[in-house]
């Protein structure tokens, strides 16, 4: 079974902080995505990487950066977080082939206060 | 750029009915995805269909795609409380690319 973890479920932090969000698969997927989902907006991609050290811009990068060292891995950095940044992130997966599908992890919500 | 819409959003349908769900995409595909995700929950996929005519079911659920038409369905049939969540189809254009996501059809199935 293809596994998609992300490092909290709920996370609480402060305006200002730096906030990281961990993503981890255990598939060798080359591909991995962030999105941010909030109620009336559907799924919206922020960043995604197609390769180690390879990362584009998604729909809504302004006020986010990823990093991708290893290929199971890929963080999300809240550079500093603010309040319109509360929301549900996701991270996904899938290779990089024709027709394959995209596997989500848990979710992280996270608060800005 | 690609947009993938569904319709409708909201859908309030009463248990043991039959309804479809419409996804419609504006440029050529062959890949369409269906994914389902529970109040509070992430997504898990349900079906992945990757030809012109593909059909795949799954216990009440049945989606098919029609590429010349741009058009994929979700039937649900004799409608269960246990379906009620939201259905997401999503769309890639290039091999191994990002999905492009419709907005979510909300199903509620009342008893």
């Known amino acids: 079974d293809v596994k998609v973890t992300q490092s909290s479920r709920y996370l609480v932090k402060r305006t200002g902080e730096k906030v990281f969000l961990e993503c981890v698969q255990d598939?060798?997927?080359?591909?991995m995505f962030w999105y941010r989902q909030d109620p009336g907006l559907g799924l919206r991609l922020i960043y995604f990487s197609y390769d180690v050290k390879m990362k584009e811009k998604g729909d809504i990068p302004e006020g986010y950066s990823v990093s991708r060292e290893k290929k199971e891995r890929f963080s999300l950095i809240l550079e500093s977080a603010s309040t319109n940044q509360t929301s549900m992130y996701l991270c996904?997966?899938?290779?990089?082939?024709?027709?394959?599908?995209?596997?989500f992890g848990p979710g992280t919500r996270l608060t800005v206060t | 750029e690609l947009k993938v819409e569904q319709n409708p959003l909201f859908l309030s349908m009463q248990e043991g009915k039959n309804y479809t769900i419409y996804c419609n995409y504006s440029?050529?595909?062959?890949?369409l995805y269906w994914y389902r995700q529970d109040p509070g929950k992430s997504l898990e996929s349900l079906f992945v269909?990757?030809?012109?005519?593909a059909v795949k079911q799954e216990g009440r659920l049945m989606a098919s795609l029609d590429t010349k038409a741009r058009l994929s369905t979700l039937h649900i049939t004799a409608a269960v409380h246990d379906l009620s969540a939201t259905y997401f189809c999503?769309?890639?254009?290039?091999?191994?690319?990002?999905?492009?996501f419709g907005e979510g059809t909300q199903l509620t199935v009342n008893p």
């Open positions: 598939m060798d997927h080359e591909n």
């Open positions: 269909l990757l030809s012109n005519g």
């Open positions: 440029t050529t595909s062959d890949r």
């Open positions: 996904a997966s899938r290779y990089s082939g024709a027709g394959y599908e995209q596997y």
């Open positions: 999503a769309v890639d254009v290039a091999s191994g690319s990002r999905l492009t």
